[in-house]
C-alpha cells in the first residue's frame, strides 16, 4: 500500500484556494509511479503491455464484478457497451438530458436516439419514475449516470429493464466505486463505464477509461470492438474501434488505486465539513447535496444550488475560491440537438441548470483550506 499522508497543513495562512490541485497527490505516489513508468519505459510495450492486464485485474478486485477492460477513455468506454450491445441505427436509449455531453454523444456515434427523462432533484440523477412511460419499440438500453459521484436509483432501474427485457448501462464516470446497498458502482448494471480523466475521483495521467460487467460473451465482445473488431490478429469478426488505453496510463492507475480508499475517506470528510458548516444556512439561502440513506458518494463534485449564481461566483472569486459549473445546459438543449429539442420537457433539469454551482473538491484540501472554503461561501451567499 503507498504512502497516503498528504501535505494537508499549508506552510502559510490561506489566502485562496485552487479548484482541483493533483501536485500533492503525485508527491505522495512519486516515488511509486516513476518507479512503474521507469519499468514501462525499460520493457518497452507501451500497448497492451502486462500492467494492463494487472490494472484490470485490480481494478475488478476493487469493483466486485468479474470483468474489466480498460478503454482510451470513458467516452470510448461507453461506445464499447453500445456497440457491443448492438445498438445502432433506428434503436433508442433512454438517458439522462442532465450530464457532461458524452453521454447523450455516444448514443447518436453508434447512430441511435437519445431519450432525456427528466432528474429528480435530490441526486439530480434520472428519475425512475418517469422512464417507464418513455419506452417504446425502439427503446434497447437504459442508460442512467450516477451524477457528481453518487449512483442512480439501481434497483428501480434494473426492475424495469428486466420487466421489459431492456439493458441498463451505468455511466458511472464520476462515480467509480461509489456504495450502493452493499454493492459498488461499476458493478450494478449489466455493463459500466467509467472515466480516468485526470479530474475524476480515480484519475490516471490522460484520457482513460473502463467497462465492467458479469457477462462473460459481452465482455469477448467488447474485448474485440476495442481492438478495431480483431478476434486474432488481422482476423475482424466486428466493428470496432482503437479503444485501448496505453500501458503508460495503466501503470500509473495501479499506484493511484492503492490510495484510492483513504482519498475517499478524505472526500466524505471534506463533504461532512461542508455539509455542517452550510446547512445552517437554510435551503432558501443555499441547497446542500444530499446522499441518500441506502447508498454513499465519492464526491466527484460538491455541488450547491444558489438562486443568484453568477453573482455568487463573482463574489466567491473575489474571496480567492473559483467554482465551476456541472451543468449550464441540459443536453436536449445543446444546438446539435434542435431538431428533437421540443420532444422533451425536462423542468427539473433546466432548474438544476440555472442553479448549481460546485465548490472545490479534492482529497488533499487541507482542513484550513476547507474552512477558507467554508467562510467565503458564507460571506457569498
Known amino acids: 500500500m503507498a504512502s497516503s499522508t498528504p501535505n494537508v497543513t499549508p506552510n502559510s495562512p490561506v489566502t485562496s484556494v485552487p479548484f482541483l490541485d493533483l501536485k500533492p497527490q503525485y508527491k505522495a505516489l512519486e516515488k511509486k509511479i516513476n518507479e512503474r513508468i521507469q519499468t514501462v519505459l525499460n520493457h518497452g510495450q507501451f500497448i497492451l503491455g502486462p500492467e494492463v492486464v494487472e490494472s484490470e485485474k485490480a481494478l475488478t478486485a476493487y469493483i466486485g464484478a468479474k470483468y474489466c477492460l480498460t478503454a482510451a477513455s470513458g467516452t470510448d468506454a461507453l461506445v464499447m457497451a453500445l456497440m457491443a450491445l448492438g445498438i445502432g441505427p433506428g434503436d433508442e436509449v433512454i438517458t439522462t438530458p442532465f450530464s457532461f455531453f458524452a453521454t447523450a454523444e455516444v448514443i447518436s456515434l453508434v447512430g441511435a436516439q437519445p431519450v432525456f427523462v427528466d432528474i429528480e432533484p435530490v441526486a439530480f440523477n ?86 465492467f460487467t458479469n457477462d462473460e460473451a459481452l465482455h469477448k465482445k467488447m474485448e474485440q470492438i476495442r481492438v478495431h473488431g480483431q478476434a486474432s490478429r488481422y482476423h475482424h469478426v466486428t466493428m470496432g474501434i482503437n479503444g485501448r488505453l496505453d500501458t503508460l496510463q495503466c501503470a500509473i492507475l495501479i499506484e493511484k488505486l492503492s490510495r484510492y480508499e483513504w482519498e475517499l475517506g478524505r472526500r466524505n470528510h471534506i463533504a461532512a465539513r461542508y455539509a455542517e458548516s452550510l446547512l445552517p444556512l437554510g435551503a432558501a439561502r443555499l441547497g446542500v447535496p444530499q446522499v441518500k440513506s441506502d447508498r454513499g458518494s465519492v464526491w466527484a463534485q460538491y455541488t450547491l444550488r444558489v438562486q443568484d449564481r453568477d453573482g455568487f461566483a463573482a463574489r466567491m472569486k473575489e474571496r480567492g475560491v473559483p467554482t465551476s459549473v456541472h451543468y449550464p445546459s441540459p443536453l436536449h438543449h445543446q444546438p446539435v440537438y434542435a431538431a428533437i429539442r421540443d420532444r422533451f420537457v425536462c423542468p427539473e433539469a433546466d432548474k438544476a441548470a440555472r442553479e448549481v454551482i460546485s465548490l472545490p473538491m479534492y482529497p488533499d484540501l487541507s482542513d484550513e483550506q476547507v474552512s477558507f472554503v467554508i467562510n467565503a461561501v458564507k460571506a457569498s451567499v
Request: charged share 15%.
Open 126 to 211: 434520472i428519475n425512475p419514475a418517469l422512464i417507464e412511460k418513455a419506452i417504446t419499440s425502439k427503446t434497447k438500453a437504459i442508460m442512467p449516470v450516477s451524477l457528481y459521484g453518487q449512483p442512480a436509483d439501481f434497483d428501480e432501474i434494473n426492475a424495469i429493464g428486466a420487466k421489459h427485457g431492456i439493458p441498463v448501462i451505468e455511466d458511472a464516470a464520476q462515480s467509480f466505486g461509489a456504495p450502493y446497498k452493499g454493492k459498488k458502482s461499476c458493478n450494478l448494471s449489466h455493463v459500466s463505464a467509467t472515466s480516468f480523466f485526470p479530474a475524476k475521483p480515480l484519475g490516471c495521467y490522460g484520457d482513460g477509461g473502463a467497462v
